[in-house]
């Protein structure tokens, strides 16, 4: 009926303690709760397929095995510290490999949809390989009127160029509207800091440096797809990204309530209308209310505990803990949940960092550097793998840009004699980009990892202080699952190499001078 887990994980944490770093609220909304998350009921045949429906028991009465699984969550004040939790079983979770598995595996779900979809991306394509997805969409508004459908992509990338996302949005709510539906909700992502004024000054694509919806988030009926890839024909056949599917109706349930959350303060289109929000002009009052809906979503509530939603036949072995940021509204919980954990990483535990655009914040800089006591192997893209390589106009020098980042981070290393124990890799690999990001954490003495973060940040300036993003922190005891995360990241280290110091200062790769400069102006913006 289920995979029993094999593997006792050692909790390489041991000691954290709570950080309250949540919600910056605004005035008068301090001491905001969120609403619990609604449970759902579940039934499990027994094995000679006869025997009583079972019913999910509430998380505070699931008894000894929820708790060995909850127990695995590094923070002291437990898997809720920084917003819902969920358990589930290793074998309710997929790790996909290649970036035509992930189009696939996202393509037959939305054909298949019965209940709901949902595709919340940076940006969608408009090249064959998106045209298609989002006929599948419209196919399945046409012989489900009932069906909801959310869709939800940033504004100032989404109006890029021509046609662009919004085309794709305009054309399926024309479908819903013929075929009367009123559960397709069409939305996106505009920035209260691209003021009307700046957005006569500032023309494409920099527009898209102030603020920006990055988060990549897939659902169908009651599965998701947590990646970091956008909806773009690349993302489909040659940027490599990560892919990891969980079957659970109650994260999918979070998830659709998170779309509606960013949704509901996002411009609104329909099949020939464009509606912003009444607060678009209004900053203080937009992140009041911004964050006011958020808070709905995403709080859990002591009371609540953590959600089980695993077979009621086995018992949970993995924990799944989302975590989002906004930083332009002052809600940093991804941020404090990655401090807290490096903070209290052991000595001889070895943890990976992946992202496509190495620039950590000085927070995560200084954590690894001279707090965490973990090894750190950290990959990131060769100039060769970045996607803005061959670029035109200033957006071709950013490659640079980061190898000048990347020079400051080995020298910083270099001087404080942690060059040994944080290492530095690039990916290359012929005729792929990369863009993958998320963590693996291996304990002292153990050839697997007990954790895994997986979604759309980059642990940089951006993820943290401007855009809007959200991952899954997964903290597992299944084996099986453990062995799939570890394949995976060898997979994608296996394509790189470790950059050294004297590598990225060799003349033949040192940044000029004036991109250097510049660098050190903008580095806020990566």
Not at 182 to 193: D, G, H, I, Q, S
Not at 237 to 257: C, E, G, H, I, N
Request: charged content about 20%; overall charge neutral; some cysteine.
């Amino acid at each position: 009926v289920g995979r029993a887990a094999t593997a006792k994980m050692v909790p390489a944490w041991r000691g954290m303690s709570l950080r309250c770093c949540q919600f910056a609220c605004p005035r008068g909304m301090a001491g905001l709760r969120f609403s619990p998350p609604q449970r759902r009921q579940s039934t499990c045949v027994q094995p000679d397929g006869a025997g009583p429906a079972v019913e999910h028991a509430p998380a505070s009465s699931v008894g000894s095995a929820a708790g060995a699984a909850a127990a695995a969550v590094p923070w002291v004040g437990g898997p809720t510290a920084y917003g819902p939790a969920f358990e589930v079983h290793g074998s309710q979770i997929e790790v996909l490999e290649t970036p035509d598995e992930f189009y696939a595996t996202l393509s037959a779900g939305v054909r298949s949809a019965t209940d709901r979809i949902g595709l919340g991306s940076l940006y969608i394509g408009t090249g064959p390989l998106e045209t298609a997805l989002i006929e599948g969409v419209k196919d399945a508004v046409k012989s489900n009127p009932s069906l909801r459908v959310q869709l939800l992509v940033d504004h100032s990338r989404g109006t890029r160029g021509q046609p662009s996302s919004a085309n794709h949005l305009h054309s399926i709510a024309a479908v819903a509207e013929e075929v009367g539906s009123t559960r397709v909700e069409a939305a996106m992502y505009l920035t209260p800091r691209l003021t009307p004024l700046l957005r006569r000054l500032l023309r494409p694509p920099f527009t898209e440096v102030l603020e920006l919806n990055h988060g990549k988030i897939y659902f169908w009926d009651n599965t998701v797809l947590l990646t970091g890839a956008n909806l773009s024909h690349n993302y489909f056949t040659d940027r490599q990204d990560r892919y990891v599917v969980v079957k659970s109706p109650v994260l999918a349930d979070f998830m659709s309530r998170y779309l509606a959350a960013i949704s509901a303060m996002s411009t609104q289109l329909g099949a020939s209308t464009v509606t912003e929000h009444p607060l678009q002009t209004d900053q203080a009052k937009f992140r009041a209310e911004a964050v006011r809906r958020l808070a709905q979503v995403v709080d859990a509530s002591p009371e609540t505990g953590v959600v089980a939603d695993s077979d009621p036949c086995s018992k949970p072995d993995t924990v799944i803990c989302p975590l989002v940021q906004a930083g332009s509204w002052g809600v940093r919980r991804d941020e404090a949940a990655s401090v807290e954990l490096f903070s209290k990483l052991r000595a001889g535990a070895t943890t990976f960092l992946a992202t496509g655009y190495f620039n950590l914040t000085e927070t995560l800089t200084q954590n690894i550097v001279t707090q965490c006591k973990s090894n750190f192997q950290i990959l990131t893209a060769a100039p060769a793998a970045n996607g803005f390589l061959g670029a035109r106009g200033i957006l071709g020098h950013i490659p640079a840009a980061y190898t000048h980042i990347a020079t400051k981070f080995l020298r910083l290393l270099r001087q404080r004699k942690q060059d040994s124990r944080v290492q530095l890799f690039e990916y290359e690999r012929a005729a792929h980009t990369f863009h993958a990001k998320g963590l693996w954490g291996y304990d002292v003495d153990e050839a697997l990892p007990s954790f895994t973060f997986v979604g759309s940040p980059n642990f940089g300036e951006r993820s943290a202080n401007r855009d809007l993003e959200c991952q899954l922190a997964v903290f597992t005891n299944n084996a099986e699952l453990r062995q799939a995360l570890h394949d995976e990241r060898v997979r994608l280290y296996s394509f790189g190499s470790r950059t050294t110091l004297e590598h990225l200062e060799d003349p033949g790769r040192k940044p000029a001078l004036w991109e250097s400069l510049v660098t050190r102006f903008i580095g806020p913006f990566f």
